[in-house]
């Protein structure tokens, strides 16, 4: 079973493309994290969320507690974008992952 | 402004060698984390801790083994490394309030 799925597994976007990647989860949480993780390099953390909306950049993370949901959303969407960006969990014990979205912006 | 920081980026080992994982936050947290990522797989967890001297086997210890003598300090353990345990490796802290991550550490074992 996965406590956390995302969607969509892989996406493609024109460089300008507004993006959103999709979260869902199971289990009760006491706050929700966005990672995001360059090919061949260490995972960064985007934002930690546990409730409402958080603006940073061009990135917004939204959640909805109650239908067990996030969103990533990514405007004006740029080359230096592609990368795999990671729904977690913190259940307040520990950590449940997403397997990740792959995203490529294509110049 | 490094909060959780793991001793290696990349390492390559040998198989059988003992190999020692570093992870040492700075924010006092008393919760601390061990996940190996792979392909398909996405993270999983090895083990964790609570605090000092505690240790909880998550999903997939076999293989592993950590040591937490000090707060700020975990460490996972290849006792004898083997092929299958090439992975990337990631340790994490939380505390209420907040969480972060270490960069990661690049395992090879040839």
């Known amino acids: 079973k996965n406590e956390v799925e995302q969607s969509p597994q892989n996406l493609t976007a024109q460089e300008g493309e507004f993006i959103t990647i999709n979260c869902s989860y199971s289990v009760g949480i006491s706050a929700l994290h966005w990672l995001q993780q360059h090919p061949g390099g260490g995972i960064v953390s985007l934002f930690m969320l546990s409730s409402g909306k958080k603006k940073h950049g061009r990135l917004i993370a939204t959640i909805n507690i109650q239908e067990k949901h996030s969103s990533l959303h990514i405007t004006a969407s740029h080359p230096r974008d592609s990368a795999v960006y990671i729904c977690?969990?913190?259940?307040?014990?520990?950590?449940?992952f997403g397997t990740g979205t792959s995203l490529t912006v294509i110049p | 402004d490094v909060k959780v920081t793991q001793s290696s980026r990349y390492l390559v080992k040998r198989t059988g060698e003992k190999v020692f994982l570093e992870c040492v936050q700075d924010?006092?947290?008393?919760?601390m984390f061990w996940y190996r990522q792979d392909p398909g797989l996405g993270l999983r967890l090895i083990y964790f801790?609570?605090?000092?001297?505690?240790?909880e086997k998550g999903d997939i210890p076999e293989g592993y083994s950590v040591s937490r003598e000090k707060k700020e300090r975990f460490s996972l353990i290849l006792e004898s490394a083997s092929t299958n345990q090439t992975s990337m490796y990631l340790c994490?802290?939380?505390?209420?309030?907040?969480?972060?991550f270490g960069q990661g550490t690049r395992l090879t074992v040839v």
């Open positions: 801790s609570y605090d000092v001297k505690m240790k």
């Open positions: 977690a969990v913190n259940t307040g014990n520990q950590f449940y």
């Open positions: 924010m006092d947290h008393e919760n």
């Open positions: 994490a802290s939380t505390q209420e309030g907040g969480a972060f």
